[in-house]
């Protein structure tokens, strides 16, 4: 069997796994397809974003298998994980298994393709021995890709949060002095904004799915702030606690809420406005300051070569 051959078993088979996680992180069964299109008929909106249902099919139980290999044997540890995909937009209930499967099956197809791409296609270039240094380099890397990913995942949806926010304050506040009660104006907020904030509609739409489900308004809210991380939320569940104890205006709190959050966010596009003269000095200075001095020096050498030649 040829080295050619061998390589391409190799991708298919790299490509398989990868196909399999995806199917797998995406797939849900019949019942949460059921609740997806009694919620979309009843709110007139699609949620097909919110991912509730546990994947089901021949590939579920790999994943479980390869998180009890290769997953975290601390409680605390998993614990933190599955608020961290939940934080990422991964409502599954095996999205932990999913991860480290993943994970694994990134490091060991990274790892088999370099180890068989180099030799076949170097040409002889670079020793053997090197690669499975290289092998193992990429194997690392497949295995830190997911985290990555998640990470920047959740830092997106945390500033798409962070900035939708004062819109969402604004708007429950028209629904509230409308006479909507507090957990009809967030679902009506959440179908408004679903097209303009997808991400802090879907929050939203999942505190009327808990409360609908039997919980509390404030264990929802809670929960509400834990799966964001935002400050800015944990701020509006606090004052919505007290407001209630209290027995203060709601209204008048979130008005209040409302514009301290538009401040902060004028702020905050301030301070990144403040920052772009001085992050573009590494571009100015690499990029367009060569061309410059290229532009502004070549006639000049050239003249004084011309007059060197001429007077020699």
């Known amino acids: 069997m040829s080295t050619e051959l061998i390589f391409l ?82 409502y599954n209930p095996r999205a932990v298994e999913i991860y480290y499967g993943l994970r694994i099956a990134m490091a060991i197809g990274f790892a088999l393709m370099v180890t068989v791409a180099v030799p076949t296609f170097s040409g002889g270039l670079i020793p053997l021995n090197i690669v499975p240094v290289v092998g193992i380099a990429f194997a690392g890397l497949g295995y830190i890709l997911p985290l990555a990913y998640i990470t920047r995942r959740i830092k997106g949806r945390q500033l798409s949060v962070r900035e939708s926010f004062p819109d969402g304050l604004d708007m429950m506040l028209i629904c509230v002095e409308a006479g909507l009660g507090l957990g009809a104006a967030m679902e009506r907020v959440g179908l408004e904004l679903e097209v303009a904030h997808p991400v802090l509609s879907e929050h939203f739409k999942l505190i009327g799915l808990e409360t609908r489900a039997g919980k509390s308004r404030g264990e929802a809210l809670k929960n ?30 979130l008005r209040v809420h409302a514009f301290e959050m538009r401040a902060k966010r004028l702020l905050r596009a301030e301070e990144r406005a403040n920052k772009l003269p001085v992050k573009i000095v590494l571009p100015l200075g690499f990029g367009i300051l060569p061309c410059l001095l290229i532009v502004i020096f070549t006639p000049i050498l050239i003249r004084i070569f011309h007059a060197m030649g001429a007077t020699g």
Do not use: C
């Open 224 to 253: 509400f702030a834990n799966r964001t991380g935002v400050d800015e939320v944990h701020s509006l569940v606090t004052l919505l606690h007290q407001s209630q104890q209290l027995g203060t205006n709601m209204a008048e709190s």
């Open 9 to 90: 078993v190799l991708v298919f088979f790299s490509v398989v796994l990868l196909a399999a996680g995806l199917v797998a992180a995406f797939q849900r069964d019949a019942v949460s397809q059921r609740m997806e299109r009694e919620f979309t008929s009843a709110a007139g909106r699609s949620a097909s974003s919110l991912l509730y249902g546990a994947p089901t099919g021949r590939f579920s139980s790999v994943w479980g298998k390869l998180e009890r290999f290769a997953g975290a044997k601390d409680d605390k540890d998993k614990t933190t994980l599955r608020l961290n995909l939940i934080r990422a937009g991964y």
